[in-house]
């Protein structure tokens, strides 16, 4: 009962009638099941027979147990109850600041015990699973394997718990991407339709296709739970999928070649300009730590998504009664600063997320400083351009340090000048997996 394949002595034994070559199956006359998995009614009739979260049917065998569908809900409101195999889980929607649109933060549930965020039950407590997994090295699932001698099947496997992936000693991750068929040392390879979590700390539901017959998703899909940890690593919560032969894929952390580009121009004026005086120039600087005393020099940095950015923005100016304002920053996927979609970090001198942005030093002095976790814009891996507008504030007349509040004032006739400073080479350009690379751009 544990395998569909093609061989016909075993699915006579099995009891199944292939019914096509592309491994659809029905179970025969005396047997029941969902034509993947057969039962002998004679050998089986309860429940004993199924695992943890099925229920037995006399027509169709183990059948998955829809808690979500029974009168009191195990989970509270504002989550959401999803159903999943042998299972149910509690995703609460992230932020809508979050990169990734298609993220969910998942909770889990130990007996009557809500898991913290980031943790699951594992033997009756809950843990970090990045602190408690298994090693899955098998080089026969690298995305160049091609070989079709030997095939494996991940429906053969007794999965349990959760698993961080290696090929060649070297950390390695599902791909993202659909990938021919008659790779990974399977039939159908076995890929995740989303990007991988961008944030450490939180667990995150993810699809898995399968490739076959020229479809990216010819078999049914199922679902996986994924977390990326603190040290920049993925590990998986993984489950057999649904038929033979289906393997899950493996590939390497690649990096991008970028190319160190710096740019000096003159700052670009907006309006709002309530007084007089030339042009001011400005540059902004990535830099190694919090305390903005050093920053990147000239060529490629690589920083796990999720770390946080030290930006630092310095208007080049002779008079010290004026200060440096942060009033708008955003970042686009164009050099573009009126480009229509705009994902803000600071708006009306003020972070959009507190948590995620926080401003170091806005109004004292001719410079500025903000700090930001570093994410993907739609979990898209694609270059990013920062931009920031900026006003000059006369200190002597005016309180120029903003105050985050429900509302914000402006002192009339406060602002001397104001401009926009932006990365005009992308800033941050992502490499295929968790690793980014990042330009260090100068403006």
């Known amino acids: 009962l544990s395998r569909v394949s093609t061989d016909t002595s075993e699915s006579q034994e099995r009891g199944d009638t292939f019914t096509s070559h592309a491994l659809s199956c029905i179970c025969k006359d005396g047997f029941v099941g969902d034509g993947l998995t057969c039962y002998d009614p004679k050998l089986c009739s309860d429940s004993s027979c199924c695992d943890r979260g099925y229920h037995w049917s006399s027509e169709k065998g183990c059948v998955d147990i829809d808690e979500c569908s029974l009168p009191n809900s195990p989970c509270t409101p504002p989550q959401i109850c999803h159903n999943t195999p042998g299972s149910y889980e509690c995703p609460e929607p992230s932020s809508k600041n979050r990169a990734a649109a298609s993220s969910q933060s998942v909770q889990f549930y130990c007996g009557n015990t809500v898991c913290p965020s980031g943790t699951d039950c594992i033997?009756?407590?809950?843990?970090?699973?990045?602190e408690n997994y298994a090693t899955l090295n098998d080089d026969w699932r690298s995305t160049n394997n091609t070989n079709t001698e030997?095939?494996?099947?991940?429906?053969?496997?007794n999965w349990k718990g959760w698993y961080r992936l290696f090929l060649n000693q070297t950390s390695a991750h599902i791909p993202e991407r659909c990938v021919e068929s008659n790779r990974c040392g399977t039939h159908a390879p076995l890929w995740i339709t989303q990007p991988h979590p961008t944030w450490s700390g939180e667990i995150v539901n993810r699809t898995v296709c399968n490739v076959w017959e020229g479809s990216c998703c010819h078999f049914r899909s199922h679902t996986i739970h994924?977390?990326?940890c603190h040290a920049n690593y993925y590990v998986y919560k993984l489950v057999k999928p649904y038929t033979c032969l289906l393997a899950y894929c493996q590939q390497v952390v690649s990096e991008r070649s970028l190319h160190y580009i710096i740019f000096f121009p003159f700052v670009r004026f907006t309006g709002g300009i309530s007084g007089s005086g030339p042009k001011a120039r400005a540059s902004m600087s990535l830099f190694r730590n919090s305390n903005y005393t050093e920053s990147y020099p000239p060529g490629q940095v690589f920083l796990p998504v999720g770390s946080p950015l030290y930006v630092g923005v310095s208007v080049e100016d002779t008079d010290p009664v004026l200060a440096a304002v942060l009033e708008d920053c955003y970042a686009t996927h164009s050099p573009n600063p009126d480009d229509p979609t705009q994902y803000p970090l600071i708006q009306n001198k003020c972070p959009t997320d507190p948590q995620k942005v926080s401003i170091v030093e806005s109004g004292s002095s001719l410079r500025a400083r903000f700090s930001?976790?570093?994410?993907?814009?739609?979990?898209?891996?694609r270059d990013i351009y920062l931009h920031c507008s900026l006003s000059l504030c006369n200190q002597r007349n005016y309180n120029c340090v903003p105050v985050s509040s429900t509302f914000h004032l402006s002192p009339p006739g406060g602002i001397k000048r104001k401009a926009t400073v932006s990365t005009l080479s992308p800033w941050l350009g992502f490499s295929d997996l968790e690793v980014m690379s990042i330009f260090h751009a100068i403006v």
């Open 123 to 130: 033997n009756s407590q809950c843990v970090d699973p990045c």
């Open 226 to 228: 994924v977390k990326l």
């Open 372 to 381: 930001a976790l570093l994410f993907l814009l739609q979990g898209e891996y």
């Open 150 to 157: 030997v095939l494996h099947c991940d429906k053969d496997i």
